[in-house]
């Protein structure tokens, strides 16, 4: 039985079931909500509809775009052959703020987690692989995150791609251990970038 | 010559039964004397928050909260040879804990652990003789963290890849990427297997010799102690001489061989998390075959070795947190350990008379979660 009346119970449901935000905060976040004035809810409201609506995967790398491909795809001046393969579309804002990477974006969209029961079939892969046979790729950069899942990811990535012939390498190591490519700073990730080892 | 490193002053605020306090501390060996449930062993387990971040009573930090309020705060002033530092805690009932160091904050224990180590011995240390490899195992693991930030790293990898193949193993799944996924995380459980195990075989040929020499000490006997490391995955006894690729292949044979076995259990069934430290008194295990009393000693010793062991890696002593260690030892076990204790900063309890060869540098007597003075 719920303590709460039913609608609040609802929307306390509802966050709980965001990635990261356990039963205390989801009753923090609802407890806010209903105190706030009510055309700042209604925006946030709209807000989620509208972003929904229109931010799109881009049909090339899954990047997050509002139309068909995203700016980097789009560019004609960027480096078709070489694709750098990241988890999530935040992590390219990571890398492009490191200025030295000129070339496409592949997001995997998570990376593999048995735990949470995510696979190669969980993620972007095939689609990888896809872009592979059809596009005049050469090297493929991976740079999932610097832990356990980031590196089995990689780890699997090279396995099944190095036997079409495609150069795979991985971010050079410097990079902060067990953490997320989201928060190493832009010098670092510069150098990963410029000493990437060969799988 | 070791560095000395002193917890010189120690405030707390709200931790456990402990309201306020603030505590100048000195060199040498401070004793707190008081009744049981007083705040004696409090006052170690504070200290200790400040150098690992966690209770080494294993306990949840909402715990160390006092009822009814949102944090505990502990600081300490730590002197470490000329440097004095300030550490700071805010231990949150619910949310994320504040670590400062020098009133920036800090994100990861890691930075802190060169600066301030505590080796501690507490009454339920016996379980590191008596209780299951488990106890074992942490009790390396946790020496070996505190060594070296990989080998923390690697314990924790090896940890998660332990969870997601056995995950894998469990999940029945179909998928055609399935087998190359467990080859992944086979290759994964080896590297992170093989550095840990390396790792814990190292530190054991240094551990051997001084826990010897503490248990021959403590129990003035000549009485023979030997240790094994016993995997149920080495074709051969390991002794630390093994580089990492023999390791490597050993563990990659052994998860080959037990490839249908571990798909019938759904379970990893071989690798350090199945390991255990053998340990002989006079050539019978000692979890099984030894005497309560030389079991408690052998379990003060171990404690002791690993306090020699990280003093003379580091080139800085630990601050030897002792908790009612007297109620484990007889009058003449009691003198031998007062004999041997390392020159660096000791914080000792006890509910009672202090043996008569025992001269403390500072006592303070606590009652009520207060110190009399
Ligand atoms: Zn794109």
């Known amino acids: ?91 390219i804002v990571a ?47 991976l740079a999932t995150n610097p832990n356990v899942e980031g590196d089995a990811t990689a780890s699997y990535l090279a396995r099944l791609i190095k036997p079409i012939g495609v150069r795979v390498t991985r971010l050079a190591s410097g990079l902060p251990q067990g953490g997320d490519l989201e928060f190493a700073d832009e010098v670092t990730l510069g150098h990963a970038l410029e000493g990437r080892r060969e799988l | 010559m070791s560095v000395t490193v002193d917890v010189t002053r120690l405030w707390l605020d709200r931790f456990r039964g402990i309201a306020e306090l603030d505590l100048e501390l000195g060199h040498g060996l401070t004793v707190f004397v008081g009744a049981n449930g007083q705040g004696k062993t409090t006052l170690l387990e504070a200290v200790s928050w400040v150098a690992r971040c966690r209770s080494f009573r294993g306990v949840p930090d909402q715990v160390l909260v006092q009822a009814g309020h949102e944090q505990a705060v502990v600081r300490a002033e730590v002197r470490h040879d000329q440097r004095t530092m300030l550490f700071e805690a805010e231990i949150k009932s619910n949310g994320r804990n504040r670590v400062m160091l020098n009133k920036s904050a800090v994100s990861r224990r890691r930075d802190l652990q060169d600066l301030l180590r505590v080796s501690v011995f507490a009454p339920d240390d016996l379980e590191l003789v008596k209780g299951g490899p488990a106890f074992r195992r942490v009790y390396l693991d946790e020496l070996l963290g505190s060594l070296a930030a990989r080998y923390d790293a690697a314990a924790m990898d090896y940890e998660r890849i332990l969870k997601h193949r056995n995950a894998l193993l469990r999940s029945n799944s179909v998928d055609a990427s399935y087998a190359s996924t467990l080859e992944v995380f086979d290759e994964q459980l080896i590297n ?38 016993e995997s149920g995955w080495s074709t051969d006894a390991l002794d630390g001489s093994e580089d990492i690729e023999t390791l490597r292949s050993q563990l990659r044979e052994a998860l080959h061989r037990l490839r249908s076995k571990e798909r019938e259990r759904k379970l990893t069934l071989v690798g350090p998390h199945r390991d255990d430290l053998e340990i002989k008194l006079g050539g019978l295990g000692a979890r099984h075959y030894a005497s309560q009393g030389e079991q408690r000693t052998l379990a003060l010793s171990l404690r002791l070795a690993g306090h020699r ?11 030897l947190l002792l908790d009612d260690v007297f109620s484990e030892l007889d009058e003449s076990r009691a003198a031998a350990l007062v004999e041997w204790l390392p020159h660096g900063q000791t914080f000792l309890t006890t509910t009672g008379v202090l043996p008569a060869s025992v001269t403390p540098e500072l006592t303070l007597r606590i009652e009520n979660g207060k110190v009399c003075q």
Not at chain 1, 4 to 19: F, G, K, M, V
Not at chain 1, 37 to 54: F, G, H, T, W, Y
Not at chain 1, 70 to 82: E, P
């Open chain 1, 95 to 141: 890398i492009e703020r490191s200025g030295a990477f000129k070339g496409r974006y592949h997001v995997l969209q998570g990376a593999i987690s048995p735990i949470e029961g995510i696979g190669p079939e969980q993620l972007r892969v095939r689609e990888l692989v896809k872009r592979l046979e059809d596009d005049a790729i050469t090297e493929l950069i």
């Open chain 2, 192 to 229: 992170a297997g093989s550095e840990l195990v390396r790792g814990r075989l190292q530190l054991l040929g240094k551990l051997e010799g001084e826990l010897r020499e503490a248990y021959a000490s403590l129990a003035s006997t000549d009485t023979s102690v030997e240790c094994t490391y």
């Open chain 1, 1 to 91: 039985m719920s303590v709460y009346t039913e609608p609040l119970q609802a929307l306390i449901d509802e966050l709980n079931r965001l990635p990261g935000i356990g039963p205390k905060s989801a009753q923090r976040i609802a407890f806010h909500l209903l105190k706030i004035p009510k055309e700042d809810a209604a925006r946030l409201a709209e807000s989620i509809v509208v972003a929904k609506d229109r931010v799109h995967w881009c049909r090339v790398c899954f990047n997050v775009c509002d139309s068909d491909t995203c700016q980097f795809c789009a560019d004609d001046g960027r480096d078709g052959r070489v694709v750098c393969v990241v988890e999530e579309a935040r992590d």
């Open chain 2, 309 to 319: 062991v990280i003093t003379d890696l580091t080139g800085s002593t630990p601050v």
